[in-house]
């Protein structure tokens, strides 16, 4: 909280006492009647305003009940301007602005704010930023938008709203858009959550949300109803529970599928980069609601919860569509009797592959063993295969080799890249004279098949995926943010799986590195074709391919 919440000042009746940059905006806005939003903006700005001079009319103590503290400073007949403080957590619910047709809001801190597209029946999201201290920006009367504090600062903002005629309450009549119930709420007040039905003048039929806009919608509500609960408001604390159940059931899969589907094309590219940037930001608001409802905190271990869910939306769709096309292969093309070879798996992940190994390609049980740095993934492997924790940079078995060293799913790429020719090294050094490493890459340009959107087979499991290249002194890397959805237990579950930085070196680079470090023979192949690389190659058709690799 602020060191001190004192009481706010009530409205100035003579211009002549308002701090001199209010005093400006008023002495202004008396030249004429009719204004443009652009305008008024340029008269805000204009003015220099700042903190200090609308601090008298802060209310960072308002109740729990209001979505956040607003209070007038100034009225005359055709316009107004209003203090609005927002503490940590404060949201406006979505509205518009009543009888106002020209205005301005400056903020004084970092304010989100969302604009909507309200058409045919339809609210959509336009855009969703953040505003820095002193942007400013114009109001009409078609401005549909939603403001609030997503930091743990203190700040306040600055509103200015008006028309061209006289006007007792300039804002009144509000539209507040009730998207739980796809309602209109016309209001005089405040554009508050949960609003007691007697500040309520009347509802209307409203527009449908589509599903990010509705989601962002049940969250903020939720939050507020919350901070009502905690404050023991009679009646709250039912509808939470109630809002929260219809928030997170999995009634809602239908219409995310829709809208996820409706925005990428047939190979799971978004085609919307507005809306999919949208989208992932409020599933990852309500990511985190549940988070703390759940008291979760986040594990150091980027993979726990998730490799629940890796199997069906990574780990079978690749070992259906190529690994086991290639280890099979590697089995003809190299004559491998897998069963009678010892194998180490180097980042054996949930070990679904390995147990195909067993099941399918005949390694015994007991001579097959992985390693993964992520204890959620080994506790999954543990089900399937002998396994432990390990880093392939620490391992050293006691001196222990194996005949087969294996590793699926692009692993390589998560190592420090300033160690990736030690852990190749470290690989050979694993493996007895004349034993094989296998094991699948992706080339520098494997953003192009990237998808952003994958699914389980039965479409109950949606992981949503938002690459980028990034580059650092050179070198490349391919930066995932995931946001994995499941479905299969009769709610929404969500899962941020935060970003994930893969190294992507040339490959002419990865055969020089398995060429110094097994001596051997090295051959690179396309993943999916199974076709030979060339030498001079950049890349290859699929972005994945396999390295096959013998120890001298």
């Known amino acids: 909280m602020p060191k001190t919440i004192t009481k706010p000042q009530p409205p100035v009746k003579d211009k002549d006492l308002l701090p001199a940059s209010l005093r400006n905006i008023v002495e202004k806005l008396e030249e004429r009647k009719e204004w443009k939003p652009a305008e008024v903006r340029r008269i805000v700005l204009e003015a220099g305003v700042r903190q200090e001079d609308i601090r008298p009319w802060a209310d960072f103590g308002h109740p729990v009940t209001d979505s956040y503290g607003r209070k007038l ?28 047709q020209w205005g301005a809001v400056q903020v004084f801190g970092p304010a989100e704010h969302a604009t909507f597209r309200v058409d045919e029946g339809r609210i959509s999201t336009l855009s969703r930023v953040q505003f820095k201290p002193g942007d400013a920006v114009g109001v009409s009367h078609t401005l549909v938008h939603q403001m609030g504090n997503p930091t743990d600062e203190y700040f306040q903002t600055l509103h200015v709203y008006g028309r061209p ?50 989601l962002r919608h049940m969250v903020e509500l939720a939050r507020r109803l919350r901070k009502m609960a905690e404050a023991g408001i009679p009646g709250s604390r039912k509808r939470l529970e109630a809002t929260l159940k219809d928030l997170f059931s999995d009634k809602h899969r239908g219409q995310l599928l829709n809208c996820v589907e409706a925005n ?19 599933l990852k608001e309500a990511a985190r609601l549940q988070s703390e409802l759940r008291g979760a905190q986040r594990p150091e271990d980027n993979f726990h919860h998730y490799a629940e869910l890796y199997d069906a939306l990574i780990c079978q769709p690749c070992l259906d569509s190529f690994m086991r096309g290639y280890l099979d292969f590697f089995k003809s093309k190299y004559a491998i009797d897998f069963t009678d070879s010892s194998l180490l798996s180097v980042g054996c992940g949930t070990a679904l592959v390995e147990r195909t190994l067993i099941d399918e390609f005949g390694v015994p049980y ?12 080994v506790s999954e492997a543990s ?11 620490e391992f050293d078995a006691e001196g222990k080799t194996w005949e087969i060293a294996f590793s699926g799913l692009n692993v390589y790429h998560y190592l420090n890249f300033n160690r990736l020719e030690e852990a190749i090294e470290r690989t050979a050094r694993r493996l007895a004279p004349d034993g094989y490493f296998v094991g699948d890459f992706i080339t520098p340009d494997h953003i192009r098949w990237y998808p952003n959107v994958m699914f389980s087979d039965d479409k109950k499991v949606i992981s949503l995926r938002t690459p980028r290249l990034v580059e650092d002194n050179g070198r490349v890397f ?21 970003k994930h930085l893969r190294f992507l070196p040339p490959l002419h680079r990865i055969r020089t590195y398995f060429e110094r470090a ?10 999916h074709s199974l076709e030979l690389i060339p030498d001079w190659a950049d890349s290859c058709p699929s972005t994945r391919y396999v390295v096959v690799a013998k120890k001298k």
Do not use: C
């Open 73 to 100: 400073i100034y009225q005359e007949g055709n316009f107004e301007m209003m203090a609005m403080s927002w503490a940590p957590g404060d949201f406006s619910a979505i509205h518009d602005h009543g009888h106002t």
């Open 165 to 214: 005629e006289d006007i007792e309450n300039v804002t009144g009549d509000a539209r507040i858009y009730d998207l739980e119930q796809e309602t209109i709420q016309r209001v005089d007040g405040g554009v508050f959550f949960a609003l007691p039905e007697e500040e309520i003048k009347w509802t209307e039929p409203g527009p449908r949300p589509d599903f990010p806009t509705r």
């Open 264 to 282: 990428t094309d047939e190979k799971g590219h978004e085609a919307n980069s507005v809306y999919w940037r949208n989208l992932n930001h409020e």
């Open 366 to 377: 007991e001579k097959l063993f992985g390693i993964d740095i992520s204890p959620a993934m």
């Open 383 to 393: 089900q399937r295969i002998r396994a432990e924790v390990g880093d392939v940079l």
């Open 478 to 498: 391919q930066e995932s943010e995931i946001i994995n959805i499941n479905f299969r237990d009769g709610e929404m579950e969500l899962n941020y799986a935060g």
């Open 518 to 527: 097994f001596g051997g023979r090295v051959d690179l192949y396309d993943a």
